[in-house]
């Protein structure tokens, strides 16, 4: 547990404790974006402010990224659907704060398996108890037919598919998957 080693069997990559290879961190490219950053007073002091920039993030980096993704995806530019976070599992607790309410949410609906962090964040939520996984196959799909069966049962959700291409098996979710989630 804990490993980085594939798995003969189903080729699932071991993510469990959140340490990718060394050769993925771009330590030497970090340091050198943390020097540029903080040799300018006015960059450094405004994106250590986070009060400034409340829920959304560093408003600079914000319009940047806003029009990267804009001409890489050739979507509207616009800031109101983007959101910096500290990683995911910030990312996943704001959107929780948002949009969950643990007396009325009766259901959260996860893949199987999911990220690791993910079980305690929702639980931290008030969602103790509430949490059920779908099936995730080798291919990245989920078993929607399962997922709309027991989803009729109930009135208030979260559906959770994760962003791709996605841990354990390194597959991408289908177009059609995802927007059938949604």
């Known amino acids: 547990m804990g490993s980085l080693t594939t798995s003969e069997e189903n080729k699932a990559i071991n993510f469990v404790w959140g340490k990718p290879a060394p050769s993925l961190i771009p330590t030497v490219e970090m340091a050198a974006a943390a020097q540029r950053v903080f ?28 029009a990267y993704l804009s001409d890489f995806y050739g979507s509207s530019d616009d800031l109101d659907h983007l959101c910096i976070t500290g990683g995911a599992s910030q990312g996943l607790t704001v959107i929780l704060q948002m949009l969950s309410d643990p007396t009325a949410t009766r259901a959260v609906w996860l893949t199987a ?63 059609e998957c995802s927007v059938s989630v949604r």
């Open 39 to 66: 040799a300018n007073p006015t960059t450094a002091i405004a994106g250590m402010q986070y009060g400034n920039c409340p829920n959304a993030g560093y408003n600079p980096l914000r319009q940047k990224l806003s």
């Open 113 to 175: 398996p999911c990220f690791f962090a993910a079980r305690k964040i929702f639980e931290d939520a008030g969602l103790t108890g509430k949490l059920h996984g779908v099936t995730e196959f080798q291919d990245g799909s989920i078993d929607l037919e399962y997922l709309e069966r027991e989803m009729m049962k109930l009135d208030d959700h979260i559906p959770m598919p994760v962003s791709l291409p996605h841990l354990p098996f390194s597959a991408a979710q289908s177009l």
